[in-house]
């Protein structure tokens, strides 16, 4: 009887023992679980300042990638542009270039003579022309006369000994260096460039 | 029956002791049990916050990374235009070119 009785209180007390552990591990997993809450509770304050950085950042990198394309699409197209205006300012000194020395070309070439004469203001020129065109029977004594006529001062012409780099042109100048006028192919299309870039344009793109 | 009670209470001394033993280690190994909680809580608490940061901005650079895409589709596109529109420009271009060649031997010739 007594055995029993001693049995019985000694089974009660495991299982209030059991208890007293098992009340302690779920307290214990309770005040983690609270720590796991409140820990992804003050990630989530922050969240939305991540976020909210985050999408001006991806709002900012597409409009520098766009912005990018476009300029290079626009950039793309300038070059593109300019260098078939190039070619038809090239492909036309390569025409006057192989053209045949006939009336017309001496024409030009007179004319250009007495216009950068006069330009300089006359007096002692001499002009530099393409190996090509040193032997060409150029009238430089009526261009000169013309030129002293024109700026009222008395005016000789001679071919120098120096020749003109290119195909075509002429470079005139007073024979003591003080001036001179380049026309030279490079020179007579950079000067038109300005005004007929945008002619070229109009007619090559229509814009 | 006197004897037979005092064995009774001597058994029951006994028992009580026993007791007191076992609930007293269950209370030490509760009070372990709280202790350890405690002292590990803090590194729960950065783990679990550390993670979920992690988290978000996993999803942050997730938010830029498909914006970059999304770009860079619609930069290829522009792209891909700009050179329909650039063949077309060449094209007529090629149509209009002894015109534009002609304007400059006029212009160098007639100047």
């Known amino acids: 009887m007594l055995d029993l009785l001693v049995n019985r209180?000694?089974?009660d007390a495991r299982i209030k023992?059991?208890?007293?552990?098992?009340?302690a591990e779920r307290e214990a997993e309770?005040?983690?679980?609270?720590?796991?809450r409140e820990a992804a509770e003050a990630a989530g304050r922050e969240a939305s300042s991540i976020l909210m950085k985050a999408r001006v950042e991806a709002t900012n990198l597409r409009r520098r990638i766009l912005v990018d394309a476009r300029m290079r699409a626009k950039w793309k197209?300038?070059?593109e542009k300019n260098r078939l205006i190039e070619d038809v300012f090239r492909e036309a000194s390569r025409r006057i270039g192989g053209m045949p020395r006939d009336d017309r070309y001496m024409k030009f070439l007179e004319e250009r003579i007495?216009?950068?004469?006069?330009?300089?203001?006359?007096?002692?020129?001499?002009?530099?022309l393409p190996d090509r065109d040193?032997?060409?029977k150029l009238d430089l004594e009526g261009i000169a006369e013309r030129i002293s006529v024109t700026v009222g001062v008395p005016t000789t012409i001679r071919i120098s000994e120096d020749s003109l780099n290119g195909d075509w042109g002429v470079i005139v100048r007073r024979i003591d260096g003080s001036v001179e006028i380049d026309g030279s192919p490079e020179a007579i299309l950079e000067r038109l460039k300005p005004r007929l870039q945008p002619l070229l344009a109009k007619i090559l793109f229509g814009g | 029956m006197t004897e037979d009670f005092t064995a009774i209470l001597m058994k029951l001394r006994e028992v009580e002791d026993d007791v007191r033993a076992l609930i007293e280690e269950a209370q030490d190994r509760a009070n372990k049990i709280l202790e350890e909680a405690q002292s590990s809580s803090y590194k729960i608490f950065r783990e679990a916050y550390l993670a979920e940061v992690r988290r978000i901005e996993e999803e942050a650079?997730?938010?830029?990374e498909d914006a970059r895409i999304e770009a860079e589709r619609?930069?290829?596109t522009i792209l891909k235009e700009s050179e329909e529109l650039l063949e077309g420009l060449k094209r007529r271009a090629r149509e209009r070119f002894e015109e534009a060649v002609e304007l400059v031997l006029k212009e160098i010739m007639g100047g």
């Open chain 1, 9 to 11: 209180i000694i089974e």
């Open chain 1, 17 to 23: 023992a059991q208890r007293i552990v098992n009340e």
């Open chain 1, 30 to 36: 309770a005040m983690l679980e609270a720590r796991r």
């Open chain 1, 77 to 79: 197209e300038i070059v």
């Open chain 1, 114 to 128: 007495y216009k950068y004469g006069v330009l300089v203001g006359g007096g002692e020129l001499e002009i530099l």
């Open chain 1, 134 to 136: 040193r032997g060409l």
């Open chain 2, 61 to 64: 650079s997730k938010i830029i």
């Open chain 2, 74 to 76: 619609e930069a290829s």
